[in-house]
Nanobody, 113 residues
């Protein structure tokens, strides 16, 4: 298992964009990875997944607006978030696509409208 550190959370207005990063303590090259969100009082849920083969999958609520990608040379996973909406105010975490590793502290995205 690897250690994960998320960053890039910020205060945003509706319609703005933000990129989250997740640096892992080891290689992600052969790992199926995902970004999760956690809203207050709700269970953590997967919003974007990236297979080791490059295939992606997104929750319907973010499809067409969020893009998951990774840089294997930097052991880093990204989540590009465009056209942000107030309902995207959550804490975002990265992990394997089934949440196998210890969770990091997450990245807080807060709507300021």
């Amino acid at each position: 298992q690897l250690q994960l550190v998320e960053s890039g959370g910020d205060l945003v207005q509706p319609g703005e964009s933000l990129r989250l990063s997740c640096v892992a303590s080891g290689s992600l090259r052969w790992i199926n990875m995902g970004w999760y969100r956690e809203a207050p009082g709700k269970p953590r849920e997967l919003v974007a997944a990236l297979g080791a083969d490059g295939r992606t999958d997104y929750a319907d609520a973010v499809k067409g607006r969020f893009t998951i990608s990774k840089d294997n040379s930097k052991n880093t996973l990204y989540l590009q978030m465009n056209s942000l909406k107030p309902e995207n105010t959550d804490i975002y975490y990265c992990n394997t696509d089934v949440g196998l590793w210890p969770w990091g502290h997450g990245a807080q995205v807060t709507d300021t409208s």
